[in-house]
């Protein structure tokens, strides 16, 4: 970390120290008055949303949390992002303070200082783990104080069965347009997949004949300030989070891409290894036509995808991407019939979760990583992944099933 960053981690740390400790005055002298938190959608009790004013975020905020758990948050990485803010990641431990029940729960902290005090926290956690360690009875109440459901997803339908996870965008009333909690419920279901050892394949779509517009125009604008940039710079940052996650899954991710798939939406694309697309997919960025730059990846991805000359074009223009092109350019993996295009992408994600998933993860951190590796680099790591892989159970029974001349069995051991 640069000198700036230190800085910034040891009035960060401070905090965590007064909260642990419930020091309101050193607190208090850590904010700034206009200290915004944004805290994860579902904690009851209203803690959940915004808190804008330092007073708001210790009374509705820190301090209602500390009325229902004796948690301390226990930061365990520290990263300098480019824009000049901080983001923590760490576990929540402690226990519910009428039930006794243990509360263990990974978070993520975003912070904003300016200069040596803290102007802003998006903070997203698993609000069910908070909710398991309630006295029985008090979570229905919570969740109604809180305006949300405090153990369920809204606008994500998150499904896990036979070793497959499902990640559905269920905003059909809007064609699944994303606004703050699309991104943050993205990011829950995307870190509750990857705490799961049972999910062996993912598959992501949306509900409806899409799978995303893209942003939700109508949020944007909805705010009770005119600061666009803020708007999109809290909602985008769990949903690159989400991304980054989804990145870094053992299990391989397919993806069915029908209708409208616009703006930062293309994401969810990016995210698979597999792309289903219905024929009636449209890839379109979207960004230039409302005068914004991109976001979802794109700019990353697009390039790699389809190469460099059609990915500024894509961009600059605003040129609608077919299906038809996406198969031939490298940006689906195959078309089928718009009805099937569902049945298609939970067949492959089937096929995927009885194949061989710890060799599908190296192959996934292969691919990933073989951008920013020379080629002997990557020739290393291939005989390392290789290695590891041919410890394991599913290798030898593989190998000892062709040599039998039978079909292999998976159990991803």
Not at 10 to 20: I, Q, T
Not at 26 to 40: C, H, K, Q, S, Y
Not at 221 to 227: I, L, M, N, P
Request: charged share 20%.
């Amino acid at each position: 970390m640069s000198g700036a960053a230190d800085t910034q981690r040891a009035v960060v740390e401070g905090l965590y120290d007064a909260l642990a400790t419930g020091d309101r005055d050193r607190i208090v002298a850590t904010l700034t008055e206009d200290f915004t938190g944004r805290l994860t959608p579902g904690l009851p009790f209203g803690i959940g949303g915004e808190h804008r004013g330092a007073e708001a975020m210790i009374r509705d905020g820190w301090f209602a949390i500390g009325a229902h758990w004796r948690v301390r948050a226990v930061p365990e990485r520290f990263t300098a992002l480019a824009d000049g803010r901080l983001q923590v990641e760490g576990t929540y431990r402690g226990k519910g303070r009428a039930s006794g029940v243990p509360v263990e729960a990974w978070f993520i902290h975003v912070w904003e200082l300016r200069g040596d005090r803290v102007s802003g926290l998006t903070q997203l956690t698993d609000s069910a783990a908070f909710v398991a360690a309630l006295p029985d009875g008090t979570a229905g109440t919570a969740g109604t104080a809180g305006g949300a459901p405090a153990d369920d997803l809204e606008t994500i339908n998150l499904t896990i069965a036979d070793g497959i996870a499902t990640i559905e965008v269920a905003r059909p009333e809007v064609r699944n347009a994303i606004d703050q909690r699309v991104a943050d419920e993205l990011l829950l279901a995307a870190l509750r997949v990857a705490g799961d050892s049972t999910v062996r394949a993912v598959l992501v779509c949306g509900a409806g004949p899409d799978l995303t517009v893209g942003g939700d125009i109508s949020y944007f604008t909805g705010q009770d300030h005119d600061d666009l940039g803020l708007t999109l710079r809290q909602m985008v940052t769990p949903f690159h989070l989400a991304f980054e996650t989804l990145a870094g899954l053992d299990a391989p991710i397919v993806a069915v891409a029908q209708g409208s798939v616009a703006g930062g939406g293309i994401g969810l694309a990016y995210a698979a290894d597999v792309v289903v697309a219905a024929e009636d997919a449209r890839f379109v960025t979207a960004f230039s036509a409302i005068g914004l730059s991109g976001d979802g990846g794109g700019t990353w991805h697009l390039p790699r995808r389809i190469g460099p000359a059609r990915a500024a074009w894509a961009y600059l223009t605003n040129t609608p991407i077919t299906a038809a092109q996406g198969l031939e350019w490298g940006l689906v993996t195959e078309v089928v019939p718009t009805a099937d295009a569902r049945a298609r992408g939970e067949e492959i994600a089937r096929q995927l979760a009885n194949g061989p998933t710890r060799a599908f993860a190296q192959m996934r951190a292969l691919l990933r990583q073989s951008w920013d590796r020379s080629l002997p680099e990557q020739l290393h790591a291939e005989i390392e992944a290789l290695a590891a892989t041919a410890r394991t159970q599913d290798a030898r029974g593989a190998v000892a099933a062709f040599l039998e001349r039978r079909r292999p069995t998976f159990e991803g051991a």
